[in-house]
């Protein structure tokens, strides 16, 4: 029998304190060895900086997800007067032309994230923009052609507004289609065209109707408006428009936006949360309620251009 150096000079060991290996190995099988204690090297490096509120073996909590949207405190905030934030959003606006920026309301909801939003139209005392194109698809020789006409339509027709349609000729803003012209619509096939620019009349939208003489008159010089996230937004007026125009305004957007939450389910828990006013290129400026301040200036001051 060989003696015992003899039978263990094969298996002599050549190593470090960072890794072993065997002398009889091919390259490759020791590559492979030296990855494999690097591995176990990483995984107790690891575990060493593990956080210590997060137990060995269990799976890291997640996170309640809220079911409200944020509501800040407005205790602690800064709120202003009517007055007062029209003064300093026209301050944003110097140099720009009047009819190139708008103010616009804000209304922050006190709301399920899951809940239903609220939709709706709304004619302003003071329109904003009077200038609204409304095209109704009905009969031209019919009476509802004829009272969408005094209502302020600009296009009224059938067939020959389809056949402009089909052209990509669509000189209007709103469209609505009286019920009996319904089947003709759809089998147009216009959706493709009216169907990205948000114009295709759906008995959804409410655009649909038997009588399209109250909805144009709605149309023109009315606003619309829907909850996204929590908050209700529309333009609510010119920047040529005076503080008194501005709060009958404001006033009836609020009235309006409140009888939307009375139609509601009396299981759905909704509320107005906070007023903000801006414009196109100022920041928002939190609402108090009240319309003037005694540091406010006249409110003359506050719509010459």
Sequence with gaps: MAPGTKCLSPLRLVGTRQSVTFSFLTPACQLRQQVRFATKQTSANAAKYRRKDTAAGQPKKKKKQRTTFVEHDLSAADQFSLCDAMRYIRAFEVGRPPTSAKYEVHVKLRTQKSGPAIRNRLQLPHPVRTDVRVCVICPPDSK???????AGATV???DTVLHAIKEGRVDFD???C?????PKLNKAGVGRILGPRGLMPSEKLGTVVKDVGPL???MVGGA?????LGVLRMAIGQLGFTPEEMQKNIRAF???VKKDITLLSDSIQKDIHEVVLSSTNSPGFSLNGEFSSPSSP????????
């Design 144 to 150: 509802q052609a004829v009272n969408a006409k005094k």
């Design 156 to 158: 009224v027709g059938e």
């Design 174 to 176: 709103r469209c609505i």
């Design 178 to 182: 009286q019920k009996d012209s319904l």
């Design 216 to 218: 144009v008159r709605s």
């Design 224 to 228: 619309a408006y829907r909850e996204r």
């Design 254 to 256: 609020i009235d309006n």
């Design 298 to 305: 006249p409110t003359r001051d506050l719509s010459t251009l």
